[in-house]
């Protein structure tokens, strides 16, 4: 990127779209196209050619403002329509940017509107800490290895589950779930609610 025209603008090397001056910091010029390319230069050194700049800045300011948030909307928009299309969700897509428990991994794959799909995996001999899933129903199916549970009154309800099985909790239900097998256990989880997904807790009452 070569310096400024006179005028105070500059071609995108990118996409070829004219780069507006948007903002000025520590003697630099950040520049952007309509693509949202950015480029810093050094601000000019001829008096006049600075004030072209500095004009350029509050005047593309005020517009700038508005096409970003309208950028914002295409984007939220976009996203929610995403939500409502059918779509194919691989292994790669899912990801851990989701409430998690201390001894197991949730990778979560669909999240909508009263709706979250997911897959948990718990390491041979760990269990994990003790929870509950808010207002959500939750459906476990024990893909591989082994699973147990624990909830109820002090935690002294217990299920095992094998590949295949399915375990039901209703909401509020506070558990922990383990692996006492000898190869990482992988379940699939389907929750269905409102509010917080995942709530960490010391552990049952009595």
């Not at 309509?34 to 300011?61: F, K, Q």
């Not at 059918?86 to 794959?109: C, F, K, V, Y």
Request: charged content about 25%; proline content about 6%; glycine content about 10%.
């Amino acid at each position: 990127m070569s310096d400024l025209l006179p005028d105070g603008t500059r071609e995108c090397d990118r996409c070829g779209l004219p780069m507006m001056p948007v903002a000025e910091s520590d003697g630099m010029v950040t520049l952007e196209c309509a693509n949202r390319h950015r480029y810093n230069v050094p601000l000019p050194s001829d008096p006049a050619a600075r004030e072209r700049v500095r004009t350029w800045i509050m005047r593309r300011g005020a517009q700038l403002h508005v096409q970003h948030e309208r950028w914002e909307a295409e984007e939220e928009y976009r996203t929610q329509m995403e939500k409502t299309v059918p779509r194919l969700i691989r292994p790669s897509d899912r990801h851990q940017q989701t409430g998690q428990t201390a001894g197991m991994i949730r990778e979560e794959a669909v999240r909508t509107d009263g709706l979250w799909v997911g897959v948990v995996r718990t390491e041979a001999g760990r269990s994990s800490s003790w929870h509950h899933h808010g207002t959500h129903d939750s459906v476990i199916y024990v893909i591989s290895g082994q699973v147990h549970l624990e909830c109820g009154p002090g935690g002294t309800t217990r299920f095992h589950a094998r590949p295949g099985d399915c375990i039901y909790l209703p909401p509020g239900e506070i558990h922990r779930e383990g692996n006492d097998g000898l190869e990482e256990s992988e379940i699939v989880v389907v929750r269905s609610g409102s509010g917080e997904l995942v709530v960490n807790v010391a552990g049952p009452a009595a």
